[in-house]
């Protein structure tokens, strides 16, 4: 076995890896970007932890292959980059910026969430949806809200309390 061979089956194992650990695995066309643009575009990938790489089409086939997966193999033709998200919603919402961003230069092609494909228009949903961190502190300041509350109503009674206390004691002085 050649050297190469041996370097393409170790790439192919690291995809697969970054598939198994990832939230989200978005697949990108691209063309046209500048050096600039992608500068950017790569930075944007690194503040919200998403991994952004160009890989060749046939090692990510083969690493979607061994895992079972084919249903991507239809969109892993022409220029396409790979965005390895943290989360399940990360990844997109920085790639629909940069569609917005640089219109006809970036483009969706599909995504692996959560063992399946989602295609484009699901990206579009994933990327309007707030993070799990996001609605996890959503639920959590529902569920703290009422016992504020009602911490508020008990500390209003001895205010209430004083106030009128006060109020008879001043009456008294006079």
Do not use: C, H, W
């Not at 643009?37 to 086939?61: A, G, P, Q, S, W």
């Not at 990206?123 to 639920?139: F, G, H, Q, R």
């Not at 016992?147 to 004691?169: E, K």
Request: proline share 2%.
């Amino acid at each position: 076995m050649s050297a190469n061979f041996e370097a393409k089956k170790q790439i192919v194992e690291d995809i697969k890896n970054k598939i198994q650990n990832s939230g989200s695995v978005v697949f990108v066309k691209f063309s046209g970007l500048t050096v600039a643009e992608d500068t950017e575009l790569r930075r944007e990938f690194r503040k919200n932890n998403v991994e952004y790489k160009v890989l060749k089409n046939t090692l990510i086939k083969r690493a979607f292959n061994d895992l079972g997966i084919t249903d991507f193999d239809d969109d892993l033709n022409g220029p396409t980059s790979v965005a390895f998200g943290a989360d399940e919603t990360g990844a997109s919402k920085v790639i629909i910026n940069a569609v917005k961003k640089y219109e006809n230069k970036v483009a969706v092609k599909s995504a692996y969430v959560e063992g399946g494909k989602v295609d484009e228009k699901g990206v579009k949903e994933l990327a309007a949806m707030p993070s799990k961190e996001e609605l996890i502190a959503k639920m959590l300041g529902s569920l703290q809200a009422p016992i504020a509350n009602f911490v508020g109503v008990l500390s209003a009674m001895p205010r209430s309390l004083v106030i009128a206390l006060n109020a008879i004691a001043e009456k008294k002085a006079q």
